[in-house]
């Protein structure tokens, strides 16, 4: 019996080098989404003040499109906004933002010093963030002409991430 106590450590040992290979294994970018392949949480969301409309989950049927979630006071979304303007311009899909707890003031004066490359704009103030599974911003969706989720992408977008996943997926998907 005392054998078997001697070889406990190792065991222990085997288990948990098992686990770091298997976690080291894994690319850290990577953030699974359980909505991967689900439709997209229902949503209606007023305009930002002096907007003409909101953003609503009906907007995001019959085209695929993106979904970029966003704030004035994220630094991350400011070094993305570049690149997420060269792409609106591409004109190949509909960009719309979810404003994620942001004061009205600070991103109408963001908008006006970086431009506006949404399509459409809807004012949260933080819970469709949560049912979309937001874990911070910006996060960027790309949903499918029936309204179904097909790609996330957590933190700012580069061209790289433009270039190698997104416009693949567009065009993929038939757009």
Known sequence: MRRWLYLLPVAVFALMAAGFYIGLSRDPDVLPSPLIDEPAPQFDLPPLPGGAK??????????????????SWCVPCRAEHKILSAFAALKRVPVYGIDYKDKPKAVAEWLAELGNPYTQIGADDGQVGIAWGVYGVPETFLVDGAGRIRYKHVGPLTQADIDKAILPLIAKLGQ
Request: charged share 10%; proline share 0%; net charge neutral.
């Open 54 to 71: 909101g953003l609503a989950t009906a907007d995001l049927k019959g085209g695929v499109s993106l979904v970029n979630v966003f704030a």
